[in-house]
């Protein structure tokens, strides 16, 4: 899998509480392209917890509609919102465990409207929670407006174990 670079990495202003590096508040995923799956690692911490040592579960849902939205970022190079969002909790997350693994991938699309099915499991492989989005896509000129670039992969090939043993 590669990874895939930020189509607003160098825009002014850009804070995206799930993707955006240098929010101090967010969340700061980084995604991966493996076939036709996104894929993210993420590190829970305890400043995003709802009951003590439990992930919220608004981050939850912020995690997976996030991955969601790179697949349309990635897979049909544009962006779009939210129409519809259905999560379901399964397993809770502990703040303290050293990471969680996010997947998505399309399931159906139907003119500018992309269903997007989604998973999060916690580092024992257990599925904690799981999302079916979908995704109002723009065209191409209006995702330009709105600073879209290119979301395309970058580097050498890396294994889900070398992007877990970074993190630590």
């Known amino acids: 899998m590669r990874r895939l ?85 399964k397993k809770p997350v502990s703040t303290q465990d050293k990471y969680v693994i996010l997947r998505a991938q399309i399931v159906s699309q139907r003119r500018n409207l992309v269903e997007i099915k989604a998973t999060l499991q916690n580092s024992q492989g257990d599925l904690c929670s799981e999302a079916t989005c979908q995704y109002f896509t723009f065209p191409k000129e209006k995702a330009a407006e709105m600073f879209f670039r290119e979301c395309l992969p970058v580097g050498q090939d890396v294994s889900i174990e070398e992007v877990i043993e970074k993190l630590s």
């Open 5 to 89: 670079t930020n189509p607003w990495a160098d825009v002014e202003g850009y804070y995206c509480f799930g993707c955006a590096p240098n929010n101090s508040q967010g969340v700061k995923m980084e995604f991966y392209e493996d076939g036709d799956e996104i894929i993210s690692v993420w590190q829970p911490q305890s400043a995003f917890q709802g009951w003590l040592n439990t992930l919220h579960g608004g981050i939850h849902s912020v995690l997976l509609d996030e991955i969601c939205a790179w697949v349309v970022l990635r897979k049909l190079q544009t962006t779009g919102v939210t129409s519809r969002m259905e999560t379901r909790f």
